[in-house]
């Protein structure tokens, strides 16, 4: 089974410019985070896609910050326009089951974003 | 406020010791928990743990939950340099089900 793939790995880009972060989940997988750790932090909470509703967007940081998942299956994070502190690895995470408390989250290896 | 503390932050050891990392932590309508090893990219899952009293075990890690006193321990084993990697452990906050992340322990285990 392939797992959870986030594009791109690294991205480096001025103060001010717009950013796309892509998570392909695994397939079937229903629940959809998406996590940000900014360095010498915790991995922090942004968002929780069910299908294709947020049912938690309580740790997005700021109206900055866009995501979607149209069709429940991909999801974007969009950033506009970026700010230094915005800098750090954005996680994505999935899991099956259509409340995501009875199973694990799969990972994806991150997109570390660099704001200058 | 929900909060995850772990503790140690960070341990050095020598191959074939045992260690123990603790994770407490103040969730409201906690349902599971979860730990998770982290190397260079993506955290991978270890262990998930729901209910007071079980240990897991895989291999030479085990871990133990306890829902009265709010934590839950992981124990390696006969560490090995494999085993050099942050440790985070994320109880889930039923409310919404969002797992909540602690800073993690950084494990080095020396040759």
């Known amino acids: 089974e392939a797992g959870v793939t986030q594009f791109p790995s690294h991205s480096v880009i001025e103060k001010g410019q717009t950013v796309t972060l892509r998570c392909d989940p695994i397939?079937?997988?229903?629940?959809l985070y998406w996590y940000r750790r900014v360095m010498g932090k915790e991995i922090k909470f942004l968002l929780h896609f069910v299908k294709e509703s947020k049912q938690d967007e309580s740790g997005m940081p700021n109206n900055r910050f866009l995501a979607e998942r149209t069709g429940g299956t991909y999801s974007t994070l969009k950033v506009q326009p970026a700010e230094l502190e915005d800098s750090g690895v954005y996680f994505c995470?999935?899991?099956?089951?259509?409340?995501?408390?009875?199973?694990?989250?799969?990972f994806g290896n991150g997109t570390r974003l660099t704001v200058t | 406020e929900d909060k995850v503390v772990q503790s140690p932050l960070s341990l050095v050891v020598h191959e074939g010791d045992t260690v123990t990392l603790n994770c407490s932590y103040e969730v409201t309508n906690f349902r599971s928990l979860l730990w998770y090893k982290q190397e260079k990219k993506a955290p991978t899952f270890l262990f998930m743990l729901t209910s007071s009293g079980i240990e897991k075990k895989s291999g030479r890690l085990s871990s133990i939950l306890d829902k009265k006193e709010l934590f839950s321990i992981l124990n390696i084993t006969a560490t090995q340099t494999g085993d050099s990697a942050v440790y985070l452990c994320?109880?889930?906050?039923?409310?919404?089900?969002?797992?909540?992340f602690g800073t993690g322990t950084r494990l080095k285990v020396l040759a």
């Open positions: 995470a999935s899991s099956q089951g259509f409340t995501g408390g009875n199973s694990p989250l799969h």
């Open positions: 994320a109880p889930l906050y039923s409310g919404t089900y969002k797992y909540i």
């Open positions: 397939s079937g997988h229903d629940n």
